[in-house]
């Protein structure tokens, strides 16, 4: 397989030729002529693919988004595919190579079809008649320019003919415009290139991946084209992208465009790399784009306005495009049934692990054998019969795991750290919730210590809180202060060696931990609000404090913590006075950077014991898992699921290059939390009543946690930053639409 491909600089030089052509090429290169044609091949992206150094599925990934982006219709991919089968073909596929010479100089325009091998009937067929072809295809592209056919026949093998005599195009209209042929072959001689079953399989996959990234390039464009938009079109005397309304419909589209984005790229990777699950990527990238990229398509249309539906405007090209696209080779369907199989059909069928490199695969290893060796067995058994409430800390584990020294896995080694990169860190978030541990340390708020605090705090916390022996709370919110955490009005008034506190604090979770980290307002009169906050650290025995905890709707609790005249040191003070904002907001940072990976770590978890339930469970005497709804459903999930995962991967690769932009922390947060919830509820859909039995009943589909999830979804929607506040952040700072 593909080895020697190129680098991601070198991707980088060809995205940035392969637009500059388009854009030179102006409306000239929408259209498949074969004066462009010309202009391609001596671009050499008729060469795509062609040999190692012409690279591979990755290549051909990007030159068809950019393809996508100006509507071309050009047969690219076509090209690539014919470069694929000669790199790949045996010896008696000799009969490729006479095309290619012409083909790369431009001499030559192939269009490639799958006729019956494809998902999709309206492909059309063919068979052989002793010697020659017969044939009706469907949904040719660039059929009026096309010197040869390329059409695969059950042998299987790949026919190939010349266009002329015997050889008939038909213009077929398509959502109201020209751009797609029939054409029919009447028993023409042809040359006979063989193949097997799994190679057609697999160039039907690239086929539908190359198809599917031109239509994200065309989603992408008419996308950009909005929110530049949105920017400039005045309503009410504002530009309409300041209203709300407008930059969550394009931070919706924007989240499932990076999911999007990312799970092809992802596919062509694996592919280029001859890894051995390329085809279930490839199946999850394709289920989630046919899901995603045309309603993605219709929100962009709603922002454009009357302005969208001129055909004077490139909108409508590009909303055809996506929609042709995503229905070629099938739509969803085929991707959601191989991946409801690799689940369902199957003793073991679980999510596919990553590549983490050399230093993130060994630790995964090193920290699975410690979990497999301390937490199992009868420990581990005592702990899942406990309650949600119980089972959410556990403080000899904590200590357990506080002497390998992971709890400090990156912090710096001047505070006792062990410096690893984002990758073990990822390593080490899978492999505890693959063992379903409880939550250990207090990661913000070493954090915060860390980069704030002062060396006598830096000495007297950080090494409590790496042994495992003490936990934080965060003392945020209060009655009129969730989201808005400016509003604030917990006062603390300086007193000598002491400040003086009084307020109350709402919806605090870990109120039973050792301290609080504790926002407070120092001066009600600073401009701006929040520049009078300042940051605490509050021993949870201290005098004056008042604890009212209340049971959740999840099964946990949470308190509202009154604190009354409750003195604390001012050397407990983080940061200077009045610059608490910058020690919260930074400390908040830190959490979501990871937070939307945890979260879907924990959904990745759930459906898979899902899927364990449904493979034996019978419904009216039938196994559930031959139920096409149930397979339907388990595929889409599966695919959600997966594009979430990618998301933390992302986010691991900006914090492995030193970058943790606010905007993609939010993307993956708002889409892994509200992805738990849809998991909930289409598991109770799934499951049906008896999913609503709860924890400590013999009857409780596994015990409970379906429902127990769904509940617990809502917290993180709703916790730090309410995905309406994450949506406003993802459009203004990801987006640039004015605040």
């Known amino acids: 397989m593909l080895r020697e491909l190129p680098s991601d600089e070198d991707r980088q030089i060809l995205k940035e030729a392969v637009r500059g052509f388009f854009e030179d090429a102006s409306d000239k290169s929408a259209q498949a002529t074969p004066w462009l044609w010309k202009q391609l091949a001596a671009q050499g992206l008729t060469q795509i693919a062609a040999s190692p150094a012409e690279g591979g599925l990755r290549e051909i990934v990007l030159v068809q988004e950019e393809a996508g982006r100006i509507a071309s219709r050009a047969p690219l991919a076509d090209a690539a595919l014919i470069n694929l089968m000669q790199l790949r073909a045996r010896d008696d596929a000799r009969a490729l190579t006479s095309l290619l010479d012409e083909l790369h100089r431009g001499d030559s325009v192939i269009a490639v079809s799958f006729a019956g091998f494809d998902h999709d009937g309206a492909a059309g067929w063919a068979k052989m008649d002793a010697d020659r072809l017969v044939a009706e295809l469907g949904f040719v592209e660039s059929a009026d320019i096309v010197t040869h056919l390329a ?103 924007h989240i499932a465009l990076r999911a999007v984005q990312l799970t092809i790229a992802n596919a062509a990777a694996q592919y280029d790399l001859d890894a051995a699950q390329w085809r279930w990527f490839a199946a999850a990238a394709l289920a989630t784009a046919a899901g995603s990229l045309r309603q993605v398509s219709l929100e962009t249309q709603h922002a454009f306005g009357a302005i969208g539906y001129s055909e004077e405007h490139e909108a409508p090209r590009h909303f055809r495009q996506v929609h042709v696209g995503m229905l070629r080779h099938g739509g969803q369907r085929p991707s959601v049934e191989q991946l409801a199989t690799h689940f369902l059909d199957h003793g073991s069928g679980a999510f596919p692990e990553y590549d983490l490199g050399a230093s993130g695969n060994a630790f995964r290893n090193e920290v699975r054998t410690w979990l497999d060796g301390y937490w199992s067995g009868e420990r581990r058994a005592r702990h899942e019969q406990l309650s949600f409430h119980e089972r959410e800390y556990d403080r ?145 025995t201290t005098p004056g404090i008042t604890i009212r905890p209340s049971e959740t709707m999840y099964g946990g609790t949470f308190a509202n913590i009154f604190y009354d005249d409750v003195r604390v040191p001012a050397e407990n003070r983080v940061g200077a006075e009045g610059e608490g904002w910058k020690v919260l907001t930074g400390a908040l940072a830190t959490e979501r950077g990871f937070i939307g990976g945890g979260i879907v770590l924990k959904v990745a978890s759930m459906f898979e014991l899902l899927c364990g339930h449904i493979r034996i469970a019978e419904r009216q005497g039938k196994l559930m898992r031959h139920d096409p709804v149930v397979r339907a459903k388990v595929g889409t999930l599966a695919a959600e699921i997966e594009a979430g995962r990618r998301m933390m991967v992302h986010c691991a690769e900006l914090v492995d290059k030193g970058e943790t932009p606010p905007d993609e922390a939010a993307v993956s947060k708002v889409y892994s939390g509200e992805l738990m919830e849809r998991f909930g509820e289409t598991a109770l859909d799934l499951l049906g009543l008896e999913a609503l039995i709860s924890e400590g009943d013999p009857g409780a589909v596994l015990h409970g946690r379906i429902e127990q999830n769904l509940r617990h979804s809502l917290m993180w929607v709703i916790s730090i930053g309410t995905n309406e506040i994450q949506r406003s952040l993802i459009a203004q700072r990801g987006l640039g639409l004015p605040r």
């Open 396 to 540: 000899e584990f904590a200590r357990a795991l506080g002497q390998t020294g992971w709890i400090g896995l990156n912090w710096p080694k001047r505070f006792g750290g062990q410096e690893r990169g984002a990758f073990e860190q990822l390593a080490f978030m899978e492999e505890m919730e693959r063992a379903g541990a409880p939550r250990a340390g207090a990661p913000v708020q070493a954090a915060m210590l860390q980069v704030y605090g002062t060396p006598e705090q830096q000495r007297r916390y950080l090494p409590e809180i790496l042994r495992g022996e003490s936990i934080y709370g965060m003392g945020y919110s209060e009655p009129q202060a969730g989201s808005d955490l400016a509003s604030l009005k917990t006062r603390a008034v300086r007193d000598g060696d002491h400040y003086v506190i009084n307020g109350q604090k709402i919806w605090t979770t870990t109120y039973w931990g050792e301290y609080m980290l504790l926002a407070t307002r120092t001066d009600p009169n600073a401009t701006p609000p929040h520049a009078g906050i300042t940051m605490f650290i509050v021993p949870m």
């Open 151 to 253: 059409i695969f026949v059950h042998g299987p093998a790949l026919a190939i003919v010349k266009a002329g005599e015997g050889v008939a195009a038909e213009p077929t209209p398509v959502m109201g415009k020209a751009g797609s042929w029939r054409v029919r072959i009447d028993a023409v001689p042809i040359v006979l290139v063989p193949f097997t079953n799994a190679e057609v399989r697999d160039l039907l996959t690239v086929a539908a991946l190359s198809e599917t990234a031109r239509a994200f390039g065309a989603a992408r464009r008419a996308f950009e084209q909005a929110v530049a938009y949105a920017g400039e079109r005045r309503q009410f005397g504002q530009p309409i992208g300041r209203f709300q309304a407008i930059q969550h419909k394009l931070a919706n589209c």
